[in-house]
């Protein structure tokens, strides 16, 4: 007890002293403009703004997380009557491409977060490696790849400086609280959050123009801690206090400036047979830890104006905010694709089932079988060839000029047939050489494997050296006063218990 008053302590001592370093945050608001730039700010962009509410998940999407991460999500919808969204961070280990593919055709977002979650995570070919495997093996266009989370939120100055060059558009791995608690901003004149204590980010060059913020909100619990990712797994916190403490976190930014709202979640805490935070040899019913975040959702999302969003949809907001009764009529929130979105994502025809020479590879190799449209690897996905070659070239890969919401891999078309589904590509080609991106103007590599609609598999090449640059930044929860969520320890865990770091 002493020390948990202790560690209270020292958190007010740490909320004064963020309030101090802010006041060393230089923007001018009159130069820094959206959509390119916006200055961090408590302050609502517009008059009467909504609510957004962000739910992300992190590590690998596969069988076992599956059905937990889609009953958060399903059944909700957005006032426009559109599907609530979410985001995933992504990592490739133990992914399933079909089912990563499934998450991006239902409207969700696929966002980056390493290719192994392990070795160190800020590097180039651990960051690059992932576009790669999720392109060529889940069929997500790399345009649609825009953010970036970092394995144990573990983010340092070398490595933000370097997703800016490699063209990501928003980074989330950064907590708020208290007088940080800003709406997502631009990190052309550094940050504000994670000031506390020592951490040395605040007040540098972060040489990230145009580089969005998407922090990660904390909540405080009934004993004045603050909890971020997974707080069900905190001590003491048990699942009614999840949904008590996510509500009254949510009430304060919905009656203040309407701050955006986050929940940060494993769903391998929320199966069935999770494992136990606290005895990873033993597994535990996460179901109540389920149903109380749904719980907190079904609660969030009666309240007028509340849009549940993707990081990504967040992040347009935020470059034309207009206030909650113009916020349905803008694109990026609509769900109406003409024609309608195929049923059966691996041949990319309406109405057809997954059956036959359209039914997604099962691939069966030493790290456990996965599903893919595109063709099983000869060998399982590692951080130097995330995407080997395939055992068969009869799957066309996904071209710059349709997205996989309707290209079918099987007969190599386009079934896109209407103005409102053309699509070309226009972001960076996959290029492993880390090189490339500070060749000039950002580098723009030329062996990207993405490219064409040849039977030939994606071949970007994959012999990159990915010098890893500094990872030796200091833990965030120590940084920021928040309790980080378990992130570290959950991966050790499950690393433990499941054979794998979802
Ligand atoms: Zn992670």
């Known amino acids: ?51 957004f509410l962000m739910l992300t998940f992190d590590d690998s999407i596969q069988d076992s997380v599956w059905t937990q991460a889609q009953s958060l999500i399903a059944n909700r919808k957005n006032p426009n009557g559109c599907p609530a969204k979410a985001t995933w961070y992504t990592q490739v280990f133990y992914s399933d491409p079909y089912l990563t593919q499934t998450w991006y055709a239902q409207g969700n977002e696929i966002a980056d977060h390493t290719v192994d979650h392990i070795t160190p995570t800020g590097t180039y070919q651990q960051i690059e490696g992932m576009r790669k495997w999720a392109s060529e093996l889940a069929g997500i266009p790399l345009g649609e790849i825009k953010g970036f989370r970092y394995p144990f939120l573990n983010y340092s100055a070398e490595s933000i400086a370097m997703i800016t ?53 904390g909540v405080t619990g009934t004993d004045g801690a603050q909890h971020l990712m997974d707080p069900y797994n905190d001590v003491g916190v048990t699942p009614e206090a999840t949904t008590a403490m996510y509500r009254t976190a949510f ?70 905010p207009v206030p909650a009764d113009q916020l349905a009529a803008q ?24 059956a036959g020479a359209a039914a997604p590879e099962v691939c069966n190799l030493i790290t456990g079988a996965f599903k893919t449209c595109y063709g099983c690897p000869v060998s399982a996905p590692t951080l130097l060839d995330p995407s080997p070659a395939k ?39 996959v290029n492993m050489d880390q090189n490339s ?25 994959s012999s990159g050296n990915g010098t890893p640059v500094s990872t030796t930044a200091p833990a965030k929860a120590a940084a920021s006063g928040i309790i980080a969520g378990l992130e570290p320890l959950y991966a050790a865990a499950a690393a433990v218990v499941v054979g794998f770091f979802a």
């Open 1 to 51: 007890m002493l020390l948990a008053k202790l560690s209270f302590a020292a958190l007010l001592g740490a909320s004064l002293v963020a309030a101090q370093l802010g006041a060393t945050y230089k923007c001018d608001p009159a130069v820094c403009k959206a959509p390119a730039c916006r200055c961090a700010s408590t302050a609502a962009p517009v008059a009467n703004p909504p609510q």
């Open 165 to 217: 060059k490699m063209g990501f558009e928003y980074e989330s791995s950064m907590s708020a609280s208290g007088a940080d608690n800003v709406w997502p901003y631009t990190l052309d004149y550094g940050t504000v959050n994670d000031c506390l204590g020592t951490y040395p980010l605040c007040g540098v060059n972060l040489n990230a123009t145009g580089l969005w913020e998407v922090p990660m909100y």
């Open 251 to 320: 009430d304060a930014h919905y009656a203040g400036t309407h701050v955006p709202f986050g929940v940060y979640l494993h769903p391998v805490w929320l199966g069935k047979t999770a494992p136990n935070p606290t005895n990873p040899v033993v597994t535990a019913d996460g179901t109540p830890k389920l149903n109380a975040v749904a719980a907190f959702l079904d609660y969030a999302m009666t309240q007028p104006n509340t849009w549940m969003v993707t990081a990504s949809q967040m992040v347009e907001y935020m470059k034309n």
């Open 331 to 354: 694109p990026y929130m609509s769900c109406t694709p003409n024609p309608p979105l195929p049923t059966n994502i691996c041949n990319a025809v309406a109405g057809a089932t997954a």
């Open 391 to 429: 055992v068969n070239t009869a799957r066309f890969p996904l071209p710059k000029t349709c997205d996989s919401l309707w290209w079918d891999p099987v007969t190599g078309t386009c079934t896109c047939t209407a103005p409102g589904c053309t699509y070309t590509a226009t972001a960076r080609p």
């Open 437 to 461: 991106i500070y060749a000039v103007g950002g580098g723009n590599g030329t062996a990207g494997g993405n490219g064409t609609s040849s039977a030939t598999p994606g071949s970007g090449s």
